[in-house]
């Protein structure tokens, strides 16, 4: 089955500094990856996603890259703020399958 | 987003007793639903897998017999935790598919607390 694995586990930044998420995985037939946020006591809320037909996805401060090759993808959080802070989840699948969660990231912006 | 409702929102229980959770896919047909446990500090992980009308498929060391999962109808999926006990307590989500698509959307959780 696949595996993703995420790093770092914490992350702290300065408000308006940018942030660095990356998650790897292991299998080659997934072609679908989300970034989840989740802030404490609530579901996750997807933030933005990429599909393996393109390799960079932006939505205003996130942005996502996608590596085929190395199978790698990584969120950019850029101009942080204090409401950005949360739990953060990678995750890959291939249609009608279930989703393979990164371990997530627990993002912290200090005012 | 798709309209995703899950009941109750939290629940403490004395250990030993049942629980069951209802989810309810509220704009689309959920052909699969998949079951995810969360605890504090953790990623999700998958319990189990239904599909509308047949019997779940449960990940390695979860017991079929305690997560009781039932996808009756293309809207509803209930998961019982049968003789709950204080390990149980966790953060259950459901999360509703419709046939291949690779868009999936959660719950809003389940707190379960088992005294």
């Known amino acids: 089955g696949e595996n993703v694995e995420q790093h770092p586990s914490t992350l702290s930044v300065q408000e308006g500094d940018s942030a660095v998420i990356k998650c790897t995985y292991s299998?080659?037939?997934?072609?679908?990856f989300p970034w989840y946020k989740q802030e404490l006591g609530k579901r996750p809320q997807l933030i933005i996603d990429i599909r393996s037909n393109v390799g960079e996805k932006k939505d205003q401060r996130i942005a996502v890259t996608l590596n085929k090759t190395a199978k790698h993808f990584s969120l950019h959080i850029t101009e942080t703020q204090p409401e950005d802070s949360a739990v953060y989840f990678c995750?890959?699948?291939?249609?009608?399958?279930?989703?393979?969660f990164g371990t997530g990231t627990s993002l912290t912006v200090i005012p | 987003g798709a309209v995703v409702s899950q009941h109750p929102s939290w629940v403490i229980c004395k250990s030993g007793t049942s629980v069951k959770i209802e989810c309810r896919s509220l704009?689309?047909?959920?052909?699969?639903m998949f079951w995810y446990r969360q605890f504090p500090k953790q990623s999700l992980m998958l319990m189990a897998t239904s599909n509308e009308g047949s019997k779940a498929t449960y990940e390695q060391g979860v017991e079929k017999d305690k997560f009781l999962i039932n996808h009756a109808s293309l809207t509803l999926s209930t998961l019982t935790v049968t003789s709950a006990h204080p390990e149980d307590s966790s953060f259950y989500i459901c999360s509703p598919i419709w046939g291949q698509s690779d868009e999936q959307y959660f719950g809003p959780g389940t707190r379960l607390t088992v005294t």
């Open positions: 995750a890959a699948s291939h249609p009608g399958n279930q989703f393979y």
């Open positions: 299998d080659s037939a997934s072609n679908y």
């Open positions: 704009d689309f047909q959920a052909t699969t």
